[in-house]
Nanobody, 123 residues
Framework: QVQLVESGGGSVQAGGSLTLSCTTP????????ISWFRQSQGKKREGVAA????????YYADSVKGRFTISQAGDSNTVTLQMDGLMPEDTATYYC????????????????WGQGTQVAVSS
C-alpha cells in the first residue's frame, strides 16, 4: 500500500517559517501531481499548493501566493513546502497528496494521501 509520509509540522509565532516534507515510496516523477492540502476544524479540505511533476509547474492557492513555495527536494522521493510569513489563519493539519484523479489540482481527488502533520501559528 502506498504511503506518503509528511514531516516538519510544529508551532510557530506569526511571521515565522516552517518547512514541510512529503516523502513518497517511489520517485515523485511516478505521480502526475504532488500536492499539499490543509484542513482546519470545521472547514473543508483546501488545496494549498501543487507540483506537476512532468514539467515542474507549480500552483498555489491565492491565500498563500508569495508566502509558500512547493518544490522538488534534492532527494527524488521528496517534495517540500516552504512556508514563510505564517499567519494564524494558516493553522491547520497539512496533508500531502499524490496522483491527481479528478478535475483540478485543488480538488481533493487524489489517489494517495498522507496522515497529516499539524501546523499551529500563534499571534
Amino acid at each position: 500500500q502506498v504511503q506518503l509520509v509528511e514531516s516538519g509540522g510544529g508551532s510557530v509565532q506569526a511571521g515565522g517559517s516552517l518547512t514541510l516534507s512529503c516523502t513518497t515510496p517511489r520517485p515523485t516523477e511516478d505521480y502526475n501531481y504532488i500536492s499539499w492540502f490543509r484542513q482546519s476544524q470545521g472547514k473543508k479540505r483546501e488545496g494549498v499548493a501543487a507540483l506537476r511533476t512532468s514539467n515542474r509547474s507549480t500552483y498555489y492557492a491565492d491565500s498563500v501566493k508569495g508566502r509558500f513555495t512547493i518544490s522538488q527536494a534534492g532527494d527524488s522521493n521528496t517534495v517540500t513546502l516552504q512556508m514563510d510569513g505564517l499567519m494564524p489563519e494558516d493553522t491547520a493539519t497539512y496533508y500531502c497528496a499524490a496522483d491527481l484523479a479528478g478535475r483540478a489540482w485543488n480538488f481533493p481527488e487524489y489517489v494517495y494521501w498522507g496522515q497529516g502533520t499539524q501546523v499551529a501559528v500563534s499571534s
